[in-house]
Nanobody, 128 residues
Framework: QVQLAESGGGLAQAGGSLRLSCAAS????????AGWFRQAPGKERELVAA????????KYAESVKERFTISRDNAKKSVYLQMNNLKPEDTAVYYC?????????????????????WGQGTQVTVSS
């Protein structure tokens, strides 16, 4: 079991930026695929971005392409989400997730149901 702790959420104005961080407890974090998901009130949890264990492959939701960037630093056991040009519709609770992929270093996991380690979430609110 991996413990994940998100930070960096808060209030931003439309057009502004926030950077989310997710710190993992796993010593072998470099063997975990990771992703950021979000859930707005009354809506289902949705993928925002995902990254392979190596960090070389990524996937983004269409709604955040060209605005958000996912990255990771395996030496620091951390995953990041840089969010630029924020919009009010980005308001949600953002969750970090991770799943063991062993030596499959280039695999990106985009389905929430495949993740078995989740953080507590961090609130992001974007005002217009």
């Amino acid at each position: 079991q991996v413990q994940l702790a998100e930070s960096g959420g808060g209030l931003a104005q439309a057009g502004g930026s926030l950077r989310l961080s997710c710190a993992a407890s796993a010593r072998t974090f470099s063997m975990y695929a990771a992703g950021w998901f979000r859930q707005a009130p009354g809506k289902e949890r949705e993928l925002v971005a995902a990254v392979s264990p190596s960090g070389g492959n990524t996937k983004y939701a269409e709604s955040v392409k060209e605005r958000f960037t996912i990255s990771r630093d395996n030496a620091k056991k951390s995953v990041y989400l840089q969010m630029n040009n924020l919009k009010p519709e980005d308001t949600a609770v953002y969750y970090c997730a991770a799943v063991w992929r062993g030596l499959l270093a280039t695999v990106v996991v985009s389905a929430a149901t495949l993740y078995d380690n989740w953080g507590q979430g961090t609130q992001v609110t974007v005002s217009s």
